[in-house]
């Protein structure tokens, strides 16, 4: 007969977090319950390594829990007994131990939230149900909603000196911001030409075919390379703070310098590439930012690549989370420009004769992961220009990168990317011609189309599609001083340019699947 417990602890794939306050103390009675469960490989088509990487670390996880002397439930995918649902699993197991109370950490993302919730309130009562903190982000739900409150723009800047006065970083004796200034992003725009040489890769390889084996009798859908045999990401806070300090130590001296820069040879580049780590947090954010600002005091990094660094994660990552909990739910519908053009069968494959999509979404499909300016100029450049629809697109970004948890990935895809919140999160529309693109990197070299012409069958399509888009969009988007000068550039252009471009615009859009 199963031995009998108090209290259920819920750990869910993403909160993976060895220093949580409920591991300090060995409990008997408290039985930790972790589950492999459809419900989440399912609810969107995900990336193969994602499925992979998420299911080994939590079973490395409650290695972890058990060798630590605590009571472990692990729900495998393929367990006889598995309900393929969080709430129907967990009202089994709380039966089945004759649990008094369940209790869970709580979820990033809305749908997880409001599930749990209604959970407490009808499959698990009248047992004592209770929600506790993370304890991993540097914010509450609600902190930037009140930063925030009766400002018209949520900028972002004004949250990022606000995190960095509250947390001490980067500060003088006199709370100033070191180097005189707060944000060194313009000095972060370089394109490399192949020095300094990309590090070797520093992440641990697994070997999980059997675990991957597993899934697919399962019959899980997936899409992208899985990579079974040689998984490149952390799957414990151990291998994961070893990435830390491999990134420290060889690429975030260059990481500033060439951090928006796009390279065929060179995927990784400088990226610290922790975000999947962070994300299911086995590593804190403070201890990430705190371990960057060492390397800068003690002279082993320079501060604009440490500025860059820290703003990605201290601001950025904390502010969008922000965004989502405060327009949560129904930020999800927006599509404040009226965008419906389907993905294009590409997004699937790379199999598209633009060399910048053709690497970057092709890396995508193998790696799980591209850089920042792969997903926001790249990929979510031309969905924007090409009027392709948010929401398609949010499935995309959400099921293809290992670090992909909606809270993150909605306001960036939806607001940052796509401007579907029209305007909430981003200033302007980030969207730019195929002038950027050559300016960044080499991924316009030997590409089928020329990134100097705008009309004409072998013309760049972002350079029409560029002016077609504010042309489209001039009801919503002319008045927005940080437009007046694209605006002045299109109205210079004459009649039977203008008219060129868009009609180019127009058979593009017509004819995406061949591109």
Not at 110 to 133: E, F, G, N, S
Not at 267 to 283: C, D, E
Not at 341 to 366: E, K, N, Y
Not at 447 to 455: I, V
């Amino acid at each position: 007969m199963t031995r009998a417990c108090h209290t259920l602890r819920l750990v869910l794939g993403d909160q993976l977090n060895p220093g949580h306050s409920w591991f300090a103390q060995v409990d008997p009675q408290v039985v930790y319950v972790l589950m492999e469960v459809r419900q989440e490989t399912d609810y969107v088509l995900h990336h193969a390594q994602k499925i992979l990487a998420i299911f080994a670390t939590m079973r490395d996880f409650a290695r972890q829990l058990r060798e630590a002397g605590h009571r472990v439930r692990y729900v495998a995918l393929d367990d006889a007994s598995n309900r393929q649902s969080i709430p129907d699993n967990l009202a089994a197991l709380a039966a089945h131990y004759r649990a008094q109370a369940v209790q869970w950490q709580q979820p990033d993302e809305w749908r997880l939230d409001a599930q749990l919730q209604d959970c407490a309130a009808t499959a698990l009562q009248p047992l004592a149900c209770k929600a506790v903190d993370s304890e991993h982000f540097l914010t509450a739900r609600g902190d930037l909603a009140a930063l925030m409150h009766g400002r018209r723009q949520w900028l972002m800047e004004h949250f990022y000196r606000h995190m960095r006065r509250r947390h001490q970083v980067l500060l003088d004796a006199h709370g100033q911001p070191e180097g005189g200034q707060w944000n060194f992003d313009h000095d972060n725009r370089k394109p490399w030409s192949g020095t300094p040489p990309e590090p070797a890769d520093w992440r641990p390889q697994h070997d999980h075919s059997g675990l991957w084996a597993m899934i697919k009798r399962a019959g899980v859908a997936s899409f992208g390379a899985p990579q079974a045999d040689a998984l490149r990401w952390p799957l414990n806070r151990g291998e994961a703070l070893a990435c830390l300090d491999a990134f420290i130590t060889t690429a975030l001296p260059h990481f500033g310098d060439y951090e928006d820069a796009l390279a065929a040879q060179a995927p990784r580049l400088f990226h610290s590439l922790l975000s999947f780590a962070l994300n299911v947090k086995m590593l804190h954010p403070l201890e990430v930012v705190q371990r960057a600002e060492s390397a800068w005091r003690a002279g082993r990094a320079p501060l604009a690549a440490v500025e860059g660094f820290v703003r990605q994660i201290l601001g950025w990552r904390e502010y969008v989370r922000g965004i989502y909990w405060a327009h949560m739910p129904g930020y999800d519908a927006h599509n404040a420009l009226g965008h419906h053009q389907p993905l294009p069968h590409w997004f699937w494959s790379g199999d598209t004769r633009m060399r910048c999509l053709h690497l970057a979404i092709t890396q995508s499909l193998q790696t799980a992961h591209a850089h920042h300016i792969q997903r926001l100029m790249v990929i979510g450049n031309f969905a924007l220009l090409a009027g392709l629809e948010p929401q398609a697109l949010h499935r995309w970004y959400l099921g293809i990168y290992i670090d992909a948890f909606e809270w993150v990935e909605l306001p960036n895809t939806l607001g940052m990317s796509q401007r579907a919140d029209g305007g909430v999160i981003a200033t302007k529309p980030y969207v730019s011609s195929a002038a950027y693109l050559q300016r960044m990197g080499d991924y316009c070299r030997g590409c089928a189309y020329d990134p100097k012409q705008k009309t004409g069958a072998r013309a760049c399509p972002f350079n029409a599609l560029y002016w077609d888009f504010f042309a489209r969009h001039a009801p919503a988007l002319q008045g927005n001083p940080r437009l007046a000068l694209v605006y002045r550039q299109w109205q210079k252009m004459d009649e039977p340019q203008q008219t060129a471009l868009r009609a180019q615009a127009t058979q593009l859009r017509q004819r995406l699947e061949t591109l």
